[in-house]
């Protein structure tokens, strides 16, 4: 697939079928994936790749609290008992994320992507906001297993509200002190068509010229 077709067409898949996903096409794009830039070119990234239907259960148990949290704290959860607040499409997909919550053992792959601290990059600790230059090391290497399972024909949901239970998680796969959760990425084929186009703000909406504000022409 061309690169700007994947970038354009890559969604939040959220229905899945249970086929699985052959080791030796997840082992090509994790392989393609390792291409990502880094700060230093340190390349802290981790992966757990997770297949195991128990261990999928176990994931997605510690993901759903979350989850159910997140929609209280943003108002999801009132709009989902009473839908006919949203446009048809807004409460279709809300219904969507709360049903792949529900479901997420079913997918076939769960990609655990975790970041060595050691090797992170943080230039902006020091300003008075939060940083972010940190996941500036690791969301490249994320964004390029999207691109790589969309050119594969593979959907994928990139998530992070498993972070949160990230104690639960290092114990239950192992993962070392000094390595840290950065997303949780289900894998798996679509059960429904690919979407025509993606809903995204056009380039006027971000882009400037010379100064933040000014028109790029
Ligand atoms: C940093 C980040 C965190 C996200 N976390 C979640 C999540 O925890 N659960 C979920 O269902 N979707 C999650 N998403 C998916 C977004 O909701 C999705 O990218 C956005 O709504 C656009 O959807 P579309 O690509 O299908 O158009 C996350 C996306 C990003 C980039």
Same mark, same amino acid.
Request: aromatic letters at 6%; proline letters at 8%; charged letters at 25%.
């Given at each position: 697939?061309? =690169?700007?077709?994947?970038?354009?067409?890559?969604? /939040? /898949?959220?229905?899945?079928?249970p086929?699985?996903?052959?080791?030796?096409l997840?082992?090509?794009?994790?392989?393609?994936?390792r291409?990502?830039?880094?700060? #230093?070119? $340190?390349?802290g990234?981790?992966?757990?790749?997770?297949?195991?239907?128990? /261990?999928?259960?176990?994931?997605?148990?510690?993901?759903?609290?979350?989850?159910?949290?997140y929609?209280? $704290? /943003? #108002?999801?959860?009132?709009?989902?008992?009473?839908?006919?607040?949203?446009?048809?499409?807004?409460?279709?997909?809300?219904?969507?994320?709360?049903a792949?919550?529900?479901?997420?053992?079913?997918?076939?792959?769960?990609?655990?992507?975790?970041?060595?601290?050691?090797?992170?990059?943080? =230039?902006?600790?020091?300003?008075?906001?939060?940083?972010?230059?940190?996941?500036a090391?690791?969301?490249?290497?994320?964004?390029?297993?999207?691109?790589?399972l969309?050119?594969?024909?593979? #959907?994928?949901?990139l998530?992070?509200?498993?972070?949160?239970?990230?104690p639960? =998680?290092?114990r239950?796969l192992?993962?070392?002190?000094?390595?840290?959760?950065?997303?949780?990425v289900?894998?798996?084929?679509?059960?429904t068509?690919?979407?025509?186009r993606?809903? $995204?703000?056009?380039?006027e909406?971000?882009?400037?010229?010379?100064?933040?504000?000014?028109?790029?022409?």
């Amino acid at each position: 697939m061309e =690169v700007y077709e994947a970038m354009r067409s890559a969604p /939040t /898949t959220r229905a899945f079928a249970p086929d699985p996903v052959p080791a030796q096409l997840l082992r090509r794009v994790l392989d393609n994936a390792r291409f990502a830039p880094s700060g #230093g070119n $340190r390349q802290g990234w981790r992966v757990v790749v997770v297949q195991d239907p128990d /261990t999928r259960r176990a994931l997605r148990d510690l993901y759903q609290p979350h989850w159910r949290a997140y929609m209280q $704290r /943003t #108002g999801g959860a009132a709009l989902l008992a009473d839908p006919k607040a949203l446009d048809p499409a807004s409460a279709r997909r809300l219904q969507a994320a709360d049903a792949f919550a529900e479901r997420l053992h079913d997918v076939p792959v769960h990609l655990v992507v975790c970041v060595a601290l050691s090797e992170l990059a943080i =230039v902006d600790t020091g300003l008075d906001r939060p940083s972010i230059v940190g996941g500036a090391s690791i969301y490249p290497f994320v964004q390029n297993i999207l691109l790589g399972l969309r050119a594969e024909g593979l #959907g994928a949901a990139l998530t992070t509200l498993l972070t949160p239970a990230e104690p639960e =998680v290092k114990r239950l796969l192992s993962i070392p002190d000094d390595v840290a959760l950065a997303a949780y990425v289900l894998v798996g084929r679509r059960s429904t068509p690919w979407p025509e186009r993606l809903a $995204r703000r056009p380039v006027e909406s971000f882009a400037f010229a010379e100064r933040y504000g000014q028109a790029l022409t």
